[in-house]
């Protein structure tokens, strides 16, 4: 059998916090369990909030921690390059693919326009609202005058005929409704490939067998395997695991505190103590004790990651500190 091939593919925006460390842990854990290739990607092609010092923090961050990887932006690899915007031309190859199939109509509709005409309230929560479809059936013609004063987006035809079915390694067997979300950008009108279309060439590329990501991509995964079949790709095994949230129901963020790698380091919080700490909330430890990430790898057991989203109540925070 051959090896599997997992990643992290973190958005250098920020600095890396314990919700970056608890994904990149789970999905390095997963990989080196069953002795595969790790891949460390970083996906800095989402406008300027990314900054190559960012980028380098985060890699050490993770190096820090204990995680290690095959191939990446510092050590290169068969699949280089391993960063997001020194790899547009794939993109934009893609691009040329789909536009060929009849699979992509551009879009001149305003941020306002989409607002007011979106279809349906509950779309893809992570995208915003459906999109109606205005612009999927203009005329040639049409498209051509409005071109003339404005520079479209870029949509994906999402199938609105069947629906989309996956088995998820953490919440199990989904389904979602044909055309779930409505037609979706896959490059902005500034000429930024999306999010979905880059993650989907680069996983195909690097020859990604399974992806371990955050629950708030889950609703991202239906599109995605729309554009592995429009491409011909074959798409990986995905696992989204659940989300680490503050006392007040939101995502952990900077407003629960300095819950950043750097911050931890620098208050004398060692790497031992973070892995001990999210290893024991990945339900692999039955108590909080500090420990490395090289240790938990033979014990490593995914079906003991909780399903729902894990509060972190301040005493829970305190634990890491003392
Ligand atoms: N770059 C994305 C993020 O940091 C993750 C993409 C993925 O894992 O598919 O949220």
Redesign the pocket.
């Known amino acids: 059998m051959s090896k599997i091939r997992g990643r992290?593919?973190?958005?250098p925006s920020g600095l890396m916090h314990v919700g970056?460390a608890w994904t990149a842990l789970l999905a390095w854990l997963q990989t080196r369990s069953q002795s595969g290739q790790f891949v460390l990607r970083m996906?800095d092609i989402d406008g300027p909030r990314c900054r190559p010092e960012l980028a380098a923090a985060a890699l050490a961050d993770l190096r820090w921690l204990g995680l290690d990887w095959d191939e990446g932006p510092d050590i290169g690899g068969p699949y280089a390059p391993y960063t997001q915007s020194e790899r547009i031309r794939l993109y934009e190859a893609a691009m040329d693919k789909l536009l060929e199939h009849g699979a992509l109509y551009p879009c001149f509709c305003s941020r306002a326009e989409l607002l007011a005409v979106a279809s349906a309230p509950h779309g893809l929560s992570s995208e915003g609202p459906t999109y109606a479809g205005t612009c999927r059936h203009l005329s040639p013609e049409q498209q051509r005058i409005r071109s003339a004063v404005k520079t479209p987006s870029m949509r994906f035809k999402a199938d609105d005929s069947a629906s989309i079915r996956f088995e998820d390694g953490i919440s199990g067997s989904q389904v979602f409704p044909p055309g779930a979300g409505g037609d979706f950008v896959v490059r902005r009108a500034d000429g930024i490939i999306s999010?979905q279309l880059a993650?989907v060439i680069d996983d195909a590329a690097m020859k990604i067998t399974d992806?371990l990501?955050?629950a708030?991509?889950l609703d991202?995964t239906p599109r995605q395997l729309l554009l592995y079949e429009a491409l011909g790709l074959p798409a990986p095994r995905f696992a989204h695991v659940p989300l680490l949230m503050g006392e007040d129901g939101k995502r952990l963020a900077k407003r629960h505190g300095d819950t950043s790698l750097a911050g931890l380091r620098a208050a004398g919080v060692t790497p031992e103590r973070i892995i001990g700490w999210l290893a024991y909330l990945a339900g692999q430890l039955n108590r909080f004790e500090p420990l490395t990430a090289a240790e938990l790898i033979s014990h490593f057991k995914p079906h003991l990651i909780p399903k729902e989203p894990i509060t972190i109540h301040d005493s829970l925070m305190k634990q890491l500190y003392n």
């Not at 992290?8 to 958005?11: D, E």
Request: aromatic letters at 14%; proline letters at 7%; hydrophobic letters at 35%.
């Open positions: 992290f593919a973190p958005t970056n996906e999010y993650v992806v990501r955050g708030d991509l991202s």
